[in-house]
């Protein structure tokens, strides 16, 4: 069976200290990767996507990056984070076609003071 | 364009009562529509997905959802509920690489 994993759980960080969260997939291939945003009282923000290695589109200008150097693990960076990178990060997996489901992970709570 | 709408971004029911979410969607293909739940620091869970097999869609934890084209509509039931299903509920329309989230119901179950 298929498995997500994302760490840390939780983060505080320093406004313009730098962030990595890693997200991994296990029991599948090929498999399209997705980072969300949950800021407090908003619904789900979708980030990045990537349907392969080094393949990503972003989905909103912002101060995150993302990077995917394997087949099964999607890493959301940034060099300097802002108060607004606050949030509850998620890291999803899908299959193929047709019925595009995703599947989540636990998620990253970040706190930028 | 693809697009869902849920309708109330706060329920409260009794626990026992019947729950009702709804959500409405637009898409000019036919659509794959999805339900997860999300419970407080965690991440979303599949509750159920119509894929056109069955207009009637059952769920995990007794929630069922019925596909109505004619309303563009999928809404969530469950007929009694239980204080475990205080949560937050995502209904969502599959697209080419990603899926259109709605901006969720919370829902409150009164003991």
């Known amino acids: 069976s298929q498995t997500i994993h994302q760490w840390p759980a939780t983060l505080v960080q320093p406004v313009g200290s730098p962030l990595s969260l890693e997200c991994t997939v296990e029991g599948t291939s090929n498999p399209n990767l997705y980072w969300y945003r949950q800021a407090a009282g908003r619904g789900l923000q979708l980030l990045f996507y990537?349907?392969?290695?080094?393949?990503i589109s972003s989905e909103v200008p912002q101060n995150l990056s993302a990077s995917r150097p394997q087949d099964r693990q999607f890493i959301l960076s940034s060099k300097k984070l802002l108060l607004s990178d606050s949030g509850f990060y998620l890291c999803?997996?899908?299959?193929?076609?047709?019925?595009?489901?995703?599947?989540f992970g636990p998620g990253t709570r970040l706190t930028v003071l | 364009a693809q697009s869902v709408t849920q309708l109330g971004s706060h329920v409260s029911v009794s626990e026992g009562a019947l729950v009702l979410l709804r959500c409405n969607y637009s898409?000019?293909?036919?659509?794959?529509l999805f339900w997860y739940v999300q419970y407080p620091n965690q991440g979303l869970q599949l509750l159920l997905k119509y894929t056109s097999a069955a207009t009637l869609v059952k769920g995990i934890n007794g929630f069922e959802a019925e596909f109505k084209k004619s309303e563009t509509s999928f809404h969530l039931t469950k007929p009694s509920a239980h204080m475990s299903d205080a949560a937050e509920y995502f209904c969502?329309?599959?697209?080419?690489?990603?899926?259109?989230f709605g901006t969720g119901t919370r829902l409150t179950v009164i003991p």
């Open positions: 898409s000019s293909v036919p659509p794959y």
């Open positions: 990537s349907v392969g290695i080094g393949q």
């Open positions: 969502a329309l599959g697209g080419a690489n990603n899926l259109f």
């Open positions: 999803a997996w899908r299959n193929g076609p047709p019925y595009n489901e995703q599947f």
